[in-house]
């Protein structure tokens, strides 16, 4: 079985200044990982995902996480936020194996920018 | 761009009582899901379905539940005799298969028990 922790559930941050979110997984096989975001009264939308290959990942709006197996980490950042993307952030995992197509999330953070 | 729709997207019944929620998948998609999110919670897998039949499904899909799809678009999720703590956000997604591929997900459907 796997696991996502987000351990902050809330992140304040300045307008232009940069952001992290952090996102810890823990699982026996391989996985896949992937970044979702919500904004008020929307759907999960996806912003990135990693599969194989390069640890880092470049999604939409600026976005870009970088997965790193020694620390079982999948960190979401931005160099320089914008108003637009206060919203919830997930992180979430699905078996790389046949046969389970599920993810399993985190609880999510919520960034607020601030003016 | 196609995308996921669901509606209601607020419903609110009385305990005991049968809950029909609906999803229109996009439609090339050939899997289907449901997840729930109880407020502050994470969201969570339900259930997933291929070819007209249930694929996996979590602890927390027990017989009051079901999933159907009816005609070729709509895919629902049934609740037979709903309980307070069945209170949650209910999400609907869909893809083409395999769990590389984008799950695009629909705006949810806020079901409150009283």
């Known amino acids: 079985a796997q696991s996502v922790t987000q351990l902050d559930s809330q992140v304040p941050v300045f307008e232009e200044a940069p952001v992290e979110l952090r996102c810890n997984y823990s699982?026996?096989?391989?996985?896949?990982l992937f970044w979702y975001v919500q904004y008020p009264n929307q759907g999960l939308q996806l912003l990135l995902k990693?599969?194989?290959?390069?640890?880092l990942v470049k999604g939409i709006n600026g976005f870009e996480a970088e997965f790193n197996k020694s620390q079982t980490s999948f960190h979401l950042r931005k160099p320089s936020v914008h108003i637009s993307d206060t919203a919830e952030y997930f992180c979430?995992?699905?078996?790389?194996?046949?046969?389970?197509?599920?993810?399993?999330f985190g609880k999510g953070t919520k960034l607020s920018v601030i003016p | 761009e196609p995308e996921v729709t669901q509606t209601p997207s607020h419903q609110v019944t009385q305990m005991g009582q049968e809950v029909i929620l609906r999803c229109v998948p996009i439609?090339?998609?050939?899997?289907f899901y449901w997840y729930r999110q109880i407020l502050g919670q994470k969201v969570e897998f339900l259930v997933s379905?291929?070819?007209?039949?249930?694929?996996?499904k979590s602890e927390i899909f027990d017989d009051q539940f079901s999933v159907e799809r009816p005609d070729g678009s709509n895919f629902t999720l049934k609740i037979r005799s709903t309980k307070l703590e069945d209170s949650a956000m209910y999400f609907c997604?869909?893809?083409?298969?395999?769990?590389?591929?984008?799950?695009?997900f629909g705006p949810g459907t806020r079901l409150t028990v009283l």
């Open positions: 990693y599969l194989s290959g390069s640890t």
């Open positions: 439609s090339n998609h050939l899997y």
């Open positions: 379905f291929y070819n007209n039949e249930i694929s996996e």
């Open positions: 699982s026996s096989v391989s996985v896949y």
């Open positions: 979430a995992v699905s078996y790389s194996g046949a046969g389970s197509y599920q993810l399993t």
């Open positions: 997604a869909s893809n083409l298969g395999d769990s590389s591929d984008t799950q695009y």
